[in-house]
């Protein structure tokens, strides 16, 4: 049985009093090589691909390192995680606080933690590592990925999600309005194995405008990763109170004609990410009378990752979900990876 190497490796610190002024006052940047990363990981065209894991200090944020891992072992990409300790007084920094015994505990928080993140990804991801203070947790967060111009960011829950599911914070709410990059929500208390890899894709879907959006980043994520793309909408209908007469005969006719053009969306589709390359494995056209129980009409696996776009009212280059992207991402059991609108 291997044993992965536990020698105690240097820290590097560079202090960067140039990034003040709001931003990181202090850079700890550990780089981790994997006893077991092949030639070549993580590099697509000769440059190094990332994705980027957000830990807080306190160790809330290690199912993201578990979600980041699993998508960095999927597609072949480097991991770096991201600690950004809040710098809630301005001038009481880990570089300029007037307290060394604090500035020190601040260092060994997010060191410990950080460490600890380092063991969850599985062996052949090569992971770096970046420990920051800013007074803004999450733009510290984006500026690290656009940094290391990693693919997506990669976030935990709410403390107040269920079990197995996706809440938005406060962070993650931020970086849903702002974020210029591929943001992926993990489940509360996501867990992975090392040999767990993504399985599917499921493209959420309600128009031609959001198939075309979704296209090129959906289908190339699902050709580094190795699988197939599930087409997948969700509505509610509810029927009218009485079984019979005109109000239940006119919600079947609206209902005929939109399943219609779900169909032709689907279909439209499928022909496009066949195009790409990938396999179409399902058209789920999911209904109930409420959004969890349309959702729970889906047979969903165990490494599936929901994609959802940005509405087209959003601003160019910003992710921002529409009424309904919510309340479905509240209540699907997977990682749910939202895009900004091109």
């Known amino acids: 049985m291997p044993v992965r190497d536990q020698r105690a490796r240097p820290r590097h610190v560079d202090r960067l009093p140039d990034l003040g002024r709001g931003r990181a006052r202090l850079l700890l940047r550990v780089r981790v090589p994997s006893l077991d990363a092949a030639p070549g990981r993580g590099r697509r065209g000769g440059g190094t691909v990332t994705v980027v894991a957000g830990v807080g200090p306190d160790g809330r944020g290690l199912h993201a390192v578990h979600l980041a891992g699993r998508i960095a072992a999927s597609t072949g990409e480097d991991l770096l995680l991201c600690c950004v300790v809040a710098d809630s007084w301005s001038r009481g920094s880990v570089m300029s606080g007037p307290d060394a015994d604090w500035r020190r505990h601040l260092e060994a928080m997010a060191s410990d933690v950080v460490g600890e993140a380092r063991g969850v990804p599985p062996p052949e991801v090569a992971v770096d590592a970046v420990i920051t203070t800013a007074r803004s947790v999450p733009r510290e967060l984006v500026a690290q990925a656009e940094r290391a111009e990693a693919t997506m960011l990669v976030v935990g829950s709410a403390r107040d999600a269920l079990m197995g599911h996706v809440a938005l914070g406060n962070i993650s709410t931020w970086l849903l309005h702002r974020a210029s990059l591929p943001v992926v929500l993990a489940p509360r208390s996501f867990w992975s194995e090392p040999t767990d890899r993504l399985e599917r894709l499921v493209l959420a879907v309600d128009s031609d405008e959001a198939v075309d959006a979704a296209l090129d ?105 529409g009424s309904n992207a919510p309340r479905i991402m509240s209540q699907v059991p997977v990682p749910v990876l939202t895009l900004p609108r091109r």
């Open 217 to 321: 980043a959906s289908t190339l994520l699902a050709r580094h990763a190795g699988v197939g793309v599930a087409l997948a909408t969700f509505g509610v209908r509810r029927l009218p109170a009485l079984p019979d007469g005109g109000g239940r005969r006119a919600d079947n006719a609206v209902y005929e004609a939109w399943r219609e053009n779900i169909d032709a969306m689907h279909a439209r589709a499928a022909s496009l990410v066949e195009a790409s390359g990938v396999t179409v494995t399902d058209r789920i056209v999911a209904v109930a009378d409420s959004w969890r129980g349309a959702v729970e009409k889906v047979h969903w696996l165990e490494g599936d990752l929901l994609v959802m776009t940005s509405s087209r009212e959003g601003p160019v280059r910003r992710i921002f979900l």
